[in-house]
């Protein structure tokens, strides 16, 4: 079997002086001598893949490997003899692979492979070195290391995929009602092209869900949505949120800068929630960026291509807005390409039942709490009414129902205590004449004793009203706050203001 002797002359070098050419040839003796002293093992394959040598360290490695003699593992191609080696890809790309971890049978080691090049820059084979075996004990702090950001670059790829996976589709826009057929008709059309899509509707009635759906139906499902609420961001800050801010733009400003949604929904869809409330000086700019798909960050002269769809939705009258002069009409025009309205929920009665019953499981899901059932009866309680906050407002209310009572079956009268609905008609309002209501400052007015001062009878329906949240909810003040509609904050500051209210209330539970 052929052998490589360091007596050998190496590669020769043309047209340079034989003092230099001796210096070269001297100084890859030396260092390949350096390699073979220092490392634990090398070895040199040729071009076939071959092994045709390897070093007296690197026999340490055989019996771990299977061989008891070096003549069986020279000669052979090296994948058989050394399983997971990379030694044939060095050879047939010509690249060096400097540092890499090879684990097999034998161990883990920290390896090195360089092609081997004739003269006329052919390669010829490659050589392999041990630089460290077991590196999991001498270099355990890196391996560590390089195994938590492994770690934390899989969990980030995993959020990354979760935020992009569409929240809703189609199907979860419940209803077979007319007025929803024709409406997820047209979206599902839409969806197949690269349109601007005006949602327009009541609050409540489902835009945002529509919009996740037109996007998970279309060819940028696997890219970003990115929502913005137009409404909940301050003005000042409005530039900054779409178009990104330039590292150091202004005093206090990131140093990195900062992407805005249009960057953030490159090659996805851009959802613009409430687009009537968008001020007026901002809208040439959002106008630019819909027409050239370019946008340019606070504080940079760059501009930046984009691929963004973008879905508006508004509750407002943008025509009305046209007119009175606080909206663009040209940016109307641009938004307006495929507008879409959605039904209000008085519209939709029909779907009324469906509604409930998936509102409800999702209400039961989420809280723990048994699945409730909807007498008949009560379903007429919940037709009669207006419904001006639509499916949020309807969500809301079952919600609270559900919270309040530990009936299984609920009926008209749980619904009438939610939305006020009395069981008599009121009576009409007594209107006070000037006169009457100055004879009733006096104290011998019939009642007069017992008027309180409004904002002591205010405080003292809060406090009944907070005492009634925490009874409903087992002292737990989140779900307090919730069913009183107001911040938890707000609930803390009421508490603070009245005094610390009972729980346990009197009597126990």
């Known amino acids: 079997m052929p052998t490589v002797s360091l007596q050998d002359d190496f590669t020769h070098v043309p047209d340079l002086p034989r003092d230099v050419r001796s210096v070269l040839e001297l100084a890859a003796r030396s260092m390949f001598q350096l390699f073979a002293d220092t490392v634990e093992g090398m070895m040199l394959v040729d071009r076939q893949g071959k092994v045709v040598w390897i070093s007296e360290g690197y026999k340490q490695f055989l019996p771990a490997l299977g061989f008891q003699d070096?003549?069986?593992?020279?000669?052979?191609?090296?994948?058989?003899?050394?399983?997971?080696?990379?030694?044939?890809?060095?050879?047939?790309?010509?690249?060096?692979?400097?540092?890499?971890?090879?684990?097999?049978?034998?161990?883990t080691f920290l390896v090195s492979r360089i092609p081997l090049r004739d003269d006329r820059g052919e390669v010829i084979g490659a050589l392999g070195m041990v630089l460290m075996a077991h590196p999991e004990s001498t270099m355990q702090p890196l391996m560590k290391k390089f195994a938590r950001l492994q770690r934390e670059l899989d969990d980030a790829r995993k959020q990354l995929a979760e935020q992009r996976r569409p929240k809703y589709t189609f199907a979860s826009f419940i209803g077979s009602s007319p007025q929803v057929m024709e409406v997820k008709r047209q979206a599902r059309r839409v969806a197949q092209t690269d349109s601007t899509v005006l949602l327009l509707g009541e609050t409540g009635t489902g835009k945002e869900l529509l919009a996740h759906a037109i996007h998970a139906a279309s060819s940028r499902a696997g890219r970003p949505f990115i929502g913005v609420n137009i409404a909940a961001i301050p003005e000042t800050l409005l530039e900054a949120e779409f178009f990104g801010v330039a590292p150091g733009a202004y005093t206090g400003a990131d140093r990195k800068g900062r992407d805005g949604k249009f960057k953030l929904a490159d090659g996805g869809t851009l959802f613009l929630d409430e687009i009537g409330d968008m001020p007026l000086a901002l809208q040439a700019k959002l106008l630019r960026a819909l027409?050239?798909?370019?946008?340019?960050?606070?504080?940079?002269?760059?501009?930046?291509?984009?691929?963004?769809?973008?879905?508006?939705?508004?509750?407002?009258d943008l025509p009305q807005l046209v007119a009175e002069g606080?909206?663009?009409?040209?940016?109307?025009?641009?938004?307006?390409v495929v507008p879409i309205?959605?039904?209000?929920?008085?519209?939709?009665?029909?779907d009324l039942e469906a509604l409930v019953e998936f509102l409800g499981e999702d209400i039961s899901r989420r809280s723990g709490m048994p699945h409730r059932d909807v007498a008949p009866d009560a379903f007429e309680v919940l037709r009669a009414h207006p419904w001006r906050g639509n499916i949020r407002e309807l969500r809301n209310v079952l919600e609270q129902v559900t919270m309040l009572t530990d009936d299984l079956r609920l009926e008209a009268r749980h619904f009438r205590r939610a939305l006020a609905t009395p069981e008599s008609p009121l009576q009409p309002p007594v209107e006070l004449s000037p006169a009457s209501a100055t004879a009733a400052e006096g104290a011998g007015a019939p009642g007069a004793s017992a008027v309180r001062p409004l904002g002591e009878a205010v405080a003292e329906v809060e406090r009944q009203a907070i005492q009634a949240a925490l009874n409903a909810t087992g002292g737990n003040k989140q779900a307090a706050a919730r069913l009183l509609k107001i911040s938890r904050a707000t609930l803390y500051e009421k508490l603070a203001q009245y005094g610390p209210v009972p729980w346990p209330p009197a009597g126990g539970r």
């Open 70 to 107: 070096e003549s069986e593992f020279v000669g052979h191609a090296v994948e058989e003899v050394v399983p997971n080696t990379l030694m044939r890809e060095v050879i047939a790309t010509g690249r060096p692979i400097l540092v890499d971890l090879l684990t097999n049978k034998a161990g």
């Open 341 to 350: 309205r959605l039904p209000s929920l008085r519209e939709r009665l029909g």
């Open 291 to 316: 027409q050239e798909q370019e946008i340019e960050p606070l504080g940079s002269n760059q501009v930046l291509k984009v691929d963004v769809r973008v879905i508006a939705a508004t509750s407002r």
């Open 326 to 336: 606080k909206f663009r009409e040209d940016l109307y025009y641009r938004l307006n």
